[in-house]
């Protein structure tokens, strides 16, 4: 199975051809705001070089965040638009698991996050399967530093795991307070700390296809477009379809 996936979830741009769990080629960019510039020529690049179209590849998949509001539509809009008109399957996978699966140490506790500013952090917390698919045990969300660290000491304290490896960003600035764990801890490397399409690649094989029309962004934060419809309308939260905008 063929597999082209897509991240601009963060500031790193990356596209993936997949055959199955081979990564075939996987190129990146970093380009803070031009996502939507260089997205469709990385694509084209790709399968010129592997002499394809976009009608040879079965699955496509996304990061479907967390990650930047406008970074995550620009990823999602391209995939939805390749479902839909080629008649594809499309999947998306979590920003945080991506991250995660650049860890391959099954006896560590994988935190995987990205910098949400004022001492916040979209983040969740991983294990390794006997596959080595990262598998969710603390709650992808929006938390405040001290919150995670507490749900990150309770999951230690009731667990086998002592050891620990922060991927992402915005971490190591947290030195202090993550001392504080007292456990054996580490910081991923540049290359972990990057979402990789090829391991979206390689995570989208397990995941079940959705209806392009029903593949939305998963900010774990509500826009500030969500809290001003709340005021406005008097109404209390409801599902995503209600106030995120359709991509």
């Known amino acids: 199975m063929k597999i082209l996936s897509v991240s601009t979830a963060t500031s790193n741009l990356s596209v993936a051809l997949n055959e199955n769990e081979k990564i075939i080629v996987e190129k990146n960019e970093h380009d ?13 690049e790709i399968l010129v070089d592997h002499n394809l179209t976009l009608k040879d590849i079965d699955r496509f998949a996304v990061a479907i965040g967390p990650g930047s509001y406008t970074g995550l539509r620009i990823g999602i809009t391209t995939v939805k ?21 650049s860890v391959t140490d099954n006896e560590t506790l994988i935190i995987a996050g990205l910098d949400a500013r004022n001492e916040n952090y979209f983040a969740g917390g991983y294990v390794l399967d006997e596959n080595q698919i990262p598998v969710n045990v603390i709650a992808d969300g929006h938390y405040h530093i001290d ?7 309770a999951y230690i304290e009731n667990s ?4 620990i490896i922060f991927v992402g960003n915005g971490f190591e600035k947290q030195d202090e307070l993550i001392k504080e764990l ?3 801890y580490s910081y991923g490397t540049e290359e972990q700390n990057m979402v990789h399409a090829g ?49």
């Open 160 to 163: 086998d795991y002592r050891k």
């Open 81 to 101: 638009m390749f479902g839909s008109i080629l008649n594809k399957e499309v999947v998306g996978v979590s920003t945080l698991q991506a991250l995660a699966k």
């Open 32 to 44: 803070e705001r031009n996502h939507s510039e260089h997205l469709d020529p990385l694509i084209n």
């Open 147 to 153: 919150i995670l660290l507490e749900n990150v000491k």
């Open 199 to 247: 391991l979206i690649g390689q995570l989208a094989i397990e995941e079940e296809p959705v209806d392009p029309d029903k593949l939305l962004p998963r900010y774990l934060r509500r826009t500030q477009a969500e809290v001003d419809w709340h005021k406005r309308t008097g109404n209390p939260f409801g599902p995503d379809s209600d106030y995120v905008e359709e991509v």
């Open 182 to 184: 007292d456990t054996q």
